[in-house]
T-cell receptor, first 111, second 114 residues
Framework: DAGVIQSPRHEVTEMGQEVTLRCKPI?????LFWYRQTMMRGLELLIY????????DSGMPEDRFSAKMPNASFSTLKIQPSEPRDSAVYFC?????????FGPGTRLLVL | GNSVTQMEGPVTLSEEAFLTINCTYT??????LFWYVQYPGEGLQLLLK?????DKGSNKGFEATYRKETTSFHLEKGSVQVSDSAVYFC?????????????FGTGTRLTIIP
């Protein structure tokens, strides 16, 4: 199995631009999680889905952030418009039977 | 609510030293407990887990025992190596059905000196 796949691995953009992060979970996993990691705030859960349905989005920082899961094999996290304080590493994880498997992350830099 | 408190880092040890990273938790119900490890530039990966009281999780020479009486899940290794340098996260989950969110500690950065 290829594991959780995230793209792009690195993204540099300018303030105000739209950013879309992509995730392909492990086949057969029915839960998907989006996290953000920074030095200041550590690891934060943004949102998670179960069977493609958003279950808890209380960690989404504000309306500029949105996430979708149109099918069991794909999810996106969108930031529009992006701001410098959104610079972080964004992880996607999928799970089956308690254990979460993390992707390699997308390192986002907003200038 | 659920919470995890783990040892503040960073922790620096010499190679072959004994390692303990403390983790305590507060949870409703009967949580499953986890240790995840994050190597530089990578995502988190499961190191070990325990799903009920007195269970011992082990992997790669690391061990942790689920202590319900002290609400703890301390990570130990008898002889650390340089390759163990990473950030270690303690976590819990309280769902009866799995596939629910994890509550993570803040992470402990471990550096092993040759």
């Amino acid at each position: 199995d290829a594991g959780v796949i995230q793209s792009p691995r690195h993204e540099v953009t300018e303030m105000g631009q739209e950013v879309t992060l992509r995730c392909k979970p492990i086949s057969g996993h029915n839960s998907l999680f989006w996290y953000r990691q920074t030095m200041m705030r550590g690891l934060e859960l943004l949102i998670y889905f179960n069977n493609n349905v958003p279950i808890d989005d209380s960690g989404m920082p504000e309306d500029r952030f949105s996430a979708k899961m149109p099918n069991a094999s794909f999810s996106t996290l969108k930031i529009q418009p992006s701001e410098p304080r959104d610079s972080a590493v964004y992880f996607c994880a999928s799970s089956s039977q308690e254990t979460q498997y993390f992707g390699p992350g997308t390192r986002l830099l907003v200038l | 609510g659920n919470s995890v408190t783990q040892m503040e880092g960073p922790v620096t040890l010499s190679e072959e030293a004994f390692l303990t990273i403390n983790c305590t938790y507060t949870a409703t119900g009967y949580p499953s407990l986890f240790w995840y490890v994050q190597y530089p530039g990578e995502g988190l990966q499961l190191l070990l887990k325990a799903t009920k009281a007195d269970d011992k999780g082990s992997n790669k020479g690391f061990e942790a025992t689920y202590r319900k009486e002290t609400t703890s899940f301390h990570l130990e290794k008898g002889s650390v190596q340089v390759s163990d340098s990473a950030v270690y996260f303690c976590a819990l989950e309280t769902s009866n059905f799995g596939n629910e969110k994890l509550t993570f500690g803040t992470g402990t950065r471990l550096t092993i000196i040759p």
